[in-house]
């Protein structure tokens, strides 16, 4: 099981309903009352502790414990997210829970997810004891399957009405784990989510980021666009929570923050492959489903986008529920021959896809008319050099390094030696540590726990790239 977690009732509520928990649970050990017997409030001391011992003990002398709520009404099993004790979770997904829609998120069960979703779909909107919606709970912990939800409606902005009045982006950052906040932030902000979206009490998703005191995420928000000079419910800014928190490198961070690289998608729906304007048509009468159908088709299944294509030209043009252009699903898996296909019908040319089609001309063309489009971004985050990878693109990587492209550029910490490493591409890799790349970066795309390059070439049994970081002096 990957990470992935969870919220509901009072102490007393709990404890009234251990009866009738115990008597819907035949065939379960029972052990009998005793006037030493451990509260709810207890046991959930012991799931707060990440004491998994004593948990064990206690759901073997009372199996009801495991539906212990706190006061807030949140469950057993998401108050062992909530505090990052994953190992406590799966004890008590052990103990037979019967699973609510977050805590189906939380233990990455999307069969239970889909079945309650399809029964309820208010359950998508509604806020969970947890602080919001589904999509909040999956941006907490970090889910890498985020997208699921996205794809049965949940929206990336919702803060419903009970919940912490915090958005999916802004919860992230409640998460207890760095690695969980950084890639809940990172995928939301990558698939359609509004960095600037209204918070509770305007305390933003770079306000959050300042009380983490983490400059890694302070710089992704900048780089999404946040607003520096939002201020919260006390007319702060996050520079003067900064200076308040006494935390001086984030003060010192955002008294740059005009400074700091932003991205740029200024060429994502600007020209086709002939650099003529792009003319987008109306999809507002196609349903949002067949867009995505024809999204997904376009990464792999060339037969199948044809067949949505010829049914409805303008179906060229769709957009997931990701915020994912259906080129776009084509460039960063660089299948060139759908590319093309796209670009026959008049997709746009960004500068991201063309690095994925080695079409040098374009790639020159564009960073003539703007050299900032080094900071451009193609679908769910991914920086320009990672649509290098593969082969054959020297010369579009020494043109990029001529207009500055920082060569260690990341999303969730993962750079372009990662994802050389995850495709045994020893040629950019060598071109990368060449260019000063860092060898010993920690990146969470495929691992919460972090690896480096020479771990996710080992993972991968990628022996050249390997053997090329460990001669580097790479270490793990």
């Known amino acids: 099981m990957s990470f992935s977690r969870r919220q509901a009732l009072s102490s007393l509520a709990s404890l009234l309903s251990f009866a009738a928990f115990a008597r819907l649970a035949p065939g379960r050990p029972r052990s009998p009352v005793r006037a030493t017997a451990v509260s709810a409030g207890e046991f959930l001391d012991a799931v707060r502790a990440g004491d998994l011992e004593r948990v064990r003990r206690l759901l073997g002398e009372d199996a009801s414990h495991a539906r212990a709520r706190d006061e807030a009404g949140r469950s057993a099993y998401v108050l062992a997210h909530v505090h990052g004790h994953v190992g406590v979770a799966e004890l008590l997904r052990e103990a037979g829970l019967e699973l609510d829609i977050v805590e189906a998120v939380l233990a990455e069960d999307w069969k239970r997810l889909e079945e309650l979703a399809r029964s309820e779909p208010e359950l998508l909107h509604r806020a969970h004891p947890i602080g919001g919606t589904p999509l909040y709970a999956a941006a907490f912990v970090g889910s890498q399957d985020a997208y699921r939800l996205r794809s049965l409606g949940c929206a990336p902005d919702a803060a419903p009405v009970g919940g912490s009045g915090y958005t999916p982006a802004r919860g992230a950052l409640e998460s207890p784990q760095p690695s969980w906040a950084l890639r809940g932030l990172t995928d939301l902000c990558g698939n359609g989510a509004d960095v600037n979206a209204r918070q509770h009490r305007g305390s933003s998703v770079l306000h959050g980021a300042v009380r983490r005191r983490d400059a890694t995420l302070v710089r992704l928000a900048i780089r999404k666009g946040a607003d520096a000079g939002a201020v919260d419910a006390e007319g702060r800014t996050a520079k003067t929570l900064a200076e308040e928190l006494g935390w001086t490198e984030g003060a010192k961070l955002l008294a740059e923050a005009k400074r700091l690289p932003r991205d740029n998608r200024s060429s994502r729906f600007a020209l ?193 790239v390997a053997a090329l970081l460990k001669d580097a002096g790479a270490r793990r």
Not at 325 to 334: D, G, K, R, W
Not at 343 to 348: F, K
Not at 400 to 409: K, P, R, S
């Open 272 to 464: 086709d492959a002939n650099r003529q304007p792009v003319r987008r048509p109306d999809l507002a009468d196609v349903p949002q489903s067949l867009q995505n159908e024809v999204t997904g088709a376009s990464h792999f299944k060339l037969e199948k986008l044809r067949e949505l294509v010829e049914a409805d030209g303008r179906l060229i043009f769709s957009i997931s529920t990701d915020a994912e252009l259906a080129i776009e699903a084509c460039a960063h898996v660089q299948n060139q021959e759908i590319i093309r296909y796209h670009l026959d019908r008049g997709a746009p040319l960004s500068l991201p896809t063309a690095v994925a089609l080695r079409d040098l001309a374009s790639v020159r063309a564009w960073l003539e008319h703007d050299p900032t489009l080094v900071h451009e971004r193609g679908a769910h985050d991914f920086p320009v050099l990672w649509f290098a990878v593969g082969g054959g693109a020297l010369e579009i990587t020494d043109l990029l390094a001529n207009h500055g492209i920082a060569v260690d550029q990341e999303s969730r910490g993962t750079t372009a030696l990662h994802r050389c490493a995850s495709e045994d591409d020893v040629e950019l890799a060598h071109w990368l540590l060449e260019h000063g790349a860092d060898k010993e970066a920690v990146g969470y795309f495929w691992d919460a726990k972090g690896q480096t390059p020479l771990e996710v070439a080992m993972a991968g049994k990628c022996m050249r």
